[in-house]
DNA sequence: TTGCCTGCAAAACCTTTGCATGTAA
DNA sequence: TTACATGCAAAGGTTTTGCAGGCAA
């Protein structure tokens, strides 16, 4: 967390912007776990902590912690965003299961090396890459085959 | 365009639901082109070509052909969706340029094991596999080339 | 002291829903 | 004839914005 606070002071000053305290705040209750999390769930965290930040603030910091990349923006298309830590997203993707909204994480080595690979025949400068698998998880395929829904197909 | 229209056919009788015009109105412009488009642009495209259907229908038809996997929403953070054909999916997936907003699809037969081998690791059942880079485009580089921006990093 | 920042409430945005009327089968 | 579908307008949920007062540097 030492790595992210510094990254957040640097882009901060460069942009002539303050560390406040609501700024801190928000800042070490995102990098204090790696889950991952929606803005709404942010607010009410920062609440139950005892430090609550207004919904305005945290939206804005969210979206200040994006553009220096320490975050994520993820859509499953749910009308919500889901951030994760940007350092976390190395060599991993998801699996979005469309029946119980489970996200599982998955990594594969080979992932860096595609976005590489795409990127370059592309001439794109790549800053994330992202991987969404939607399907049916193990445990609903289970669910599924004990209780068969009508018209499943 | 025939087959996608059996498939609707087939799914609205299946769920006991009518093929009504303007049903129809939706599903031939939505597979006339190959295009990405959002529901705002199709509701104006459909008003444009002289046959405008309300939006909530718009709304409701584009969740009966994404329910029967004629179509796929995609969803870049933007707060809206995007939709593409199901069909036009295989192998392909997008790269997001964060400065021109463009979107360029790209092409790697390799996706498709990739998507099954992680697939089959994690016990999932997939539906669809969403591959996106963002990033900056070839033409964004070399505009910031040109005209360089302030704190740029 | 200056200009950025905060919090509140209102606005904006896309999408969904209730309801009376219209229409496929 | 019966149920489903349409269109309008209003509601819904998340995110953004305007503004007066507060705070970092």
Chains 1, 2 share one sequence.
Do not use: W
């Not at 998801?94 to 001439?123: K, M, P, W």
């Amino acid at each position: 967390m030492g790595d992210e606070r510094q990254i957040f002071e640097t882009y901060l000053k460069a942009h002539e912007l303050h560390l406040t305290q609501p700024r801190e705040t928000v800042l070490k209750a995102v990098f204090a776990t790696h889950e991952h999390f929606t803005a709404d769930e942010l607010i009410a965290h920062l609440r139950t902590l005892g430090t609550p930040v207004s919904k305005a603030t945290v939206y804005r910091t969210l979206a200040l912690l994006s553009e220096c990349r320490l975050l994520i923006e993820h859509d499953f298309g749910l009308g919500r965003k889901h951030y994760e830590h940007a350092s976390d997203l190395e060599h991993h993707g998801h699996l979005y299961c469309t029946d119980c909204g489970q996200i599982v994480e998955f990594y594969d080595a080979r992932l860096n090396s595609l976005q590489d690979r795409i990127s370059r025949q592309e001439g794109f400068e790549p800053a994330q890459f992202v991987v969404k698998i939607y399907g049916r998880c193990a445990r609903c395929i289970e669910k599924m085959r004990r209780a068969p829904q009508v018209g499943g197909a």
